[in-house]
């Protein structure tokens, strides 16, 4: 079995900052692309940023040049360091990735999330 596990999530005021982890744990042969999405209250989820094997990064617009998507090929965790925050960052994120399982090849999963709560 192979679970994400997100944490870092909180309510902090607009222009702060926070750093979003997920860990990878289980039967992992390895680990493709990693990413994070999010869904606003009463939205759809949406792509925020993503990490391939290499470290190439990909953002969506509203993030580009506030937030930061890395990641510990060691540790099978990626990050989000999101900075000046806006309320409208305000959402559930969760962690995605793209692993080759020992059990049963290439899957995607997906961690059960961490909120976000920017206030004005």
């Known amino acids: 079995q192979v679970q994400l596990v997100e944490s870092g999530g909180a309510l902090v005021q607009a222009g702060g900052s926070l750093r979003l982890s997920c860990a990878a744990s289980?039967?992992?042969?390895?680990?493709?692309?990693m990413g994070w999405y999010r869904q606003p209250p009463g939205k759809q989820r949406e792509l925020v940023a993503t990490?391939?094997?290499?470290?190439?990064?990909n953002y969506v617009d509203s993030v580009k040049g506030r937030f930061i998507i890395s990641r510990d090929n060691h540790k099978n965790t990626v990050y989000l360091q999101m900075n000046s925050l806006k309320p409208e960052d305000t959402a559930t994120y969760y962690c995605?990735?793209?692993?080759?399982?020992?059990?049963?090849?290439?899957?995607?999963?997906w961690g059960k999330g961490t909120l976000v709560i920017v206030s004005s």
């Open positions: 995605n990735a793209d692993i080759v399982t020992l059990d049963y090849g290439g899957m995607e999963f």
């Open positions: 289980g039967s992992i042969s390895s680990i493709n692309f």
């Open positions: 990490i391939n094997s290499d470290g190439l990064t």
